[in-house]
């Protein structure tokens, strides 16, 4: 499902950090070395359809790398 995030993240929690994170060989082979924390929060997506609603959002940031992997967990309508 492709999906655009409309203005900003709100509600931003950390789920896990360091060893805790399960993709973290993933995300180093890809991304590179960092501090990767897997991070929740509620924003408006816009869905390839053209809606507009209000998501939670999952997704994996490191500082110096930024975010990456945006899912939608799920669909508030």
């Known amino acids: 499902m492709y999906f655009e995030i409309v203005g900003g993240i709100s509600d931003v929690e950390t789920i896990a950090v360091g060893p805790s994170v399960r993709r973290m060989s993933e995300l180093q082979a890809r991304y590179g070395e960092g501090r990767w924390r897997k991070?929740?929060?509620?924003?408006?997506?816009?869905?390839?359809?053209?809606?507009l609603l209000r998501a939670e959002l999952h997704w994996y940031e490191a500082h110096g790398i930024g975010r990456k992997a945006f899912k939608i967990k799920r669909l508030f309508e």
């Open 39 to 51: 991070m929740k929060g509620t924003a408006v997506v816009r869905l390839d359809d053209g809606r």
